[in-house]
């Protein structure tokens, strides 16, 4: 370790402008790792390095492993983020691996651009407790909408929607535990709202965060409107269609007790 110390600084200093360019695409991380996926260099964080990624980075695995490129959303020691590792070769010798990633707030910012809709990323609580360091777990908050689910202190969230998302907390917990994309309309604050939720998988296929989508919907509130108007029609032509119906009864039973009783006397 002490004969690394040297090395991992050299190549810190040739990397920085590089990855300092890196930095103004939204790319969030650039890392290498040896052959035995043991963190060489964490361009992001370059005082955490010498653990072993083995047991929790699937894509570094594989990466070294079956010497390919892995892509994929991946939770890390530090970070999350969209991950592409490459295996590293000199001479046709395996001599490691890179990594650059991107992160989901690169992606948000982008959708942002294009809708006027709130957009939110949260992560399983649990997965985060297991996989990032202790010392920078602070990377995370309770997101608004469920206590196991937290968002990236990174990307910005809007202020005004948070009221609304705890609204809603109960009503999604069995949805949230039930895993998968699902979407709800709520009313709030004298609007309709939908609300979508998008599931992330990672490397192993398993369900570990949510891309949130949020923004009016004025489609629901026509549909409301429809309804209502329909229901209201319909109510009064059913009143209608009773009232003719009692009437038409009544004429037939008149009508019946005439042809059957003498006019003049009764019988």
């Known amino acids: 370790p002490e004969a690394r110390a040297p090395y991992r600084d050299r190549l810190y200093e ?11 695409f939204d790319f969030r991380q650039l890392h290498f790792h040896f052959p035995d996926s043991v963190s060489f260099l964490r361009m992001h964080s370059p005082d955490f390095f010498g653990d072993d990624l083995s047991g929790v980075r699937e894509s570094v695995r594989l990466a070294n492993s079956e010497l390919r ?21 000199f001479e046709n010798e395996h001599c490691g691996s890179v990594e650059v990633s991107f992160s989901m707030g690169s992606f948000i910012s ?16 649990s997965l985060v407790e297991a996989t990032v360091f202790e010392e920078k777990q602070g990377n995370y908050v309770p997101s608004w909408f469920s206590d196991d ?15 609304l998302f705890y609204s809603m907390r109960e009503g999604i917990q069995g ?7 699902f979407g709800v309309v709520i009313r709030w604050n004298h609007h309709d709202y939908r609300v979508l939720f998008k599931s992330i998988r990672n490397l192993h296929g398993d369900e570990v965060a949510y891309l949130v989508t949020c923004d009016q919907d004025q489609g629901y509130r026509q549909l409301r409107s429809d309804f209502l108007s329909y229901s ?36």
């Open 110 to 125: 982008v959708l942002e651009r294009l809708s006027d809709c709130a957009y939110l990323f949260a992560i399983k609580r």
């Open 232 to 267: 209201a029609i319909g109510t009064i032509g059913y009143a209608v269609l009773t009232v003719l119906l009692y009437l038409v009864i009544r004429e037939r039973r008149k009508l019946k007790l005439m042809s059957t009783t003498d006019a003049l006397t009764g019988l």
């Open 149 to 163: 689910y937290l968002f990236d202190v990174a990307i910005k969230n809007r202020q005004e929607d948070e009221r």
């Open 69 to 89: 490129r892995v892509t994929g959303f991946e939770e890390g020691r530090i970070f999350n983020g969209y991950r592409f590792v490459y295996p590293l070769f």
């Open 175 to 181: 949805l949230l535990e039930a895993g998968g994309d």
């Open 14 to 24: 040739l990397m920085l402008p590089l990855y300092e360019r890196l930095e103004s």
